[in-house]
């Protein structure tokens, strides 16, 4: 099976390496061509040489495109790889949030539900670091049903040294990442720091579970019957006191966020149905003005 990684980034940059590392046949989409790709991992490093094309090389159809792009990159990385996406090719999004899937779907043929946990980070020198052990893809057909597709995928994925997942419900996995990673990415974002500090702190597992339980109520109009705020925080907790969401890591980088795909596509839903979400509303509008000072 022929596999494009679109971002050799944190997450595609360690995900891709483990997959070529295990002998799968994957090509990186780049924007700078680069055969390099370093990994500095809590399961092992890794040094690896591998196959990169930037936007516009032609070359064949793929059969799995695994997007590892930002969100706010998602509209170009759609127009990229359209050349090498034929009648056969599989998408598989391995982003956080849940509206993104939606906008593939408008593009591309066959595109799977999916979602990871991984902690990892660009390093100074363009290395991938990961720094806590969970290093798992879920995914699924977005309708349940099972596919020799997705069946063969997950023969790949069985072979790499990552945990990976084939699941009948997607969607619900896929909602239950995104009301953690909201929570966590705003509540590391406002505390300015790792979930081990915030819980040691008077009222930090309080507020965390407090805009847990804001997010599910947002989260349950579409239909989903998420965790609970307690399971979200034995989640974060299972992690370690240094974990901090990737959102946390990019603004200490002055990087831009994720946050209207993240917080503000659930302050939009929770303004549709009327629900009150004070927390929610001040994490995403503290986001937002980290967003305009850091453009100046
Ligand atoms: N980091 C983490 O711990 C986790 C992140 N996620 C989610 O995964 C997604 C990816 O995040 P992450 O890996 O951290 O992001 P990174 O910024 O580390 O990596 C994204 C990569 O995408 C590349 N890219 C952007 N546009 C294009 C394009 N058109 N063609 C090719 N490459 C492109 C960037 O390239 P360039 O170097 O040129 O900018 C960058 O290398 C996000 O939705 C994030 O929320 C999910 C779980 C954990
Ligand atoms: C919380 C974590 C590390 C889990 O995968 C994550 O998704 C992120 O920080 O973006």
Same mark, same amino acid.
């Given at each position: 099976?022929?596999?494009?990684?679109?971002?050799?980034?944190?997450?595609?940059?360690?995900?891709?390496?483990?997959?070529?590392?295990?002998?799968?046949?994957?090509?990186?989409?780049?924007?700078?061509?680069?055969?390099? #790709? /370093?990994?500095?991992?809590? &399961?092992?490093?890794?040094? +690896?040489?591998?196959?990169?094309?930037?936007? @516009?090389?032609?070359? $064949?159809?793929?059969?799995?495109?695994?997007?590892?792009?930002?969100?706010?990159?998602?509209?170009?990385?759609?127009?990229?790889?359209?050349?090498?996406?034929?009648?056969?090719?599989?998408?598989?999004?391995?982003?956080?949030?849940?509206?993104?899937?939606?906008? #593939? /779907?408008?593009?591309?043929? &066959?595109?799977?539900?999916? +979602?990871?946990?991984?902690?990892?980070?660009? @390093?100074?020198?363009? $290395?991938?670091?990961?720094?806590?052990?969970?290093?798992?893809?879920?995914?699924?057909?977005?309708?349940?049903?099972?596919?020799?597709?997705?069946?063969?995928?997950?023969?790949?994925?069985?072979?790499?040294?990552?945990?990976?997942?084939?699941?009948?419900?997607?969607?619900?996995?896929?909602?239950?990442?995104?009301?953690?990673?909201?929570?966590?990415?705003?509540?590391?974002?406002?505390?300015?720091?790792?979930?081990?500090?915030?819980?040691?702190?008077?009222?930090?597992?309080?507020?965390?579970?407090?805009?847990?339980?804001?997010?599910?109520?947002?989260?349950?109009?579409?239909?989903?019957?998420?965790?609970?705020?307690?399971?979200?925080?034995?989640?974060?907790?299972?992690?370690?006191?240094?974990?901090?969401?990737?959102?946390?890591?990019?603004?200490?980088?002055?990087?831009?966020?994720?946050?209207?795909?993240?917080?503000?596509?659930?302050?939009?839903?929770?303004?549709?149905?009327?629900?009150?979400?004070?927390?929610?509303?001040?994490?995403?509008?503290?986001?937002?003005?980290?967003?305009?000072?850091?453009?100046?």
């Amino acid at each position: 099976m022929r596999v494009l990684v679109v971002g050799k980034g944190a997450v595609g940059g360690y995900f891709g390496g483990r997959l070529h590392d295990s002998g799968a046949d994957v090509t990186f989409l780049v924007r700078r061509k680069t055969d390099d #790709l /370093q990994v500095q991992s809590v &399961h092992g490093d890794m040094t +690896l040489k591998i196959k990169s094309i930037v936007s @516009g090389e032609q070359v $064949e159809p793929f059969d799995l495109i695994i997007m590892s792009t930002k969100a706010y990159h998602l509209k170009q990385a759609i127009e990229d790889i359209a050349p090498y996406v034929g009648e056969n090719t599989t998408v598989l999004p391995l982003l956080n949030g849940y509206y993104h899937l939606a906008q #593939l /779907q408008e593009r591309f043929p &066959h595109v799977l539900g999916g +979602l990871c946990f991984i902690e990892s980070t660009i @390093g100074p020198n363009g $290395e991938i670091i990961q720094t806590s052990k969970r290093h798992d893809i879920i995914f699924g057909e977005i309708d349940g049903q099972k596919s020799d597709k997705a069946q063969k995928i997950s023969d790949l994925f069985s072979k790499a040294q990552f945990k990976s997942v084939l699941t009948d419900d997607v969607k619900t996995a896929m909602w239950n990442k995104y009301v953690f990673i909201t929570a966590l990415s705003g509540i590391t974002t406002i505390m300015y720091t790792s979930m081990g500090s915030i819980q040691e702190s008077p009222y930090g597992t309080e507020l965390f579970r407090d805009l847990l339980a804001e997010i599910n109520a947002v989260a349950e109009t579409e239909g989903v019957q998420v965790y609970s705020p307690e399971k979200n925080v034995e989640i974060a907790t299972a992690m370690g006191p240094k974990m901090k969401a990737s959102m946390l890591r990019d603004m200490e980088k002055g990087l831009p966020t994720e946050a209207d795909h993240l917080q503000g596509e659930l302050m939009k839903l929770a303004e549709k149905h009327g629900i009150s979400v004070p927390l929610l509303k001040m994490t995403y509008n503290r986001l937002r003005i980290y967003e305009v000072e850091r453009l100046g």
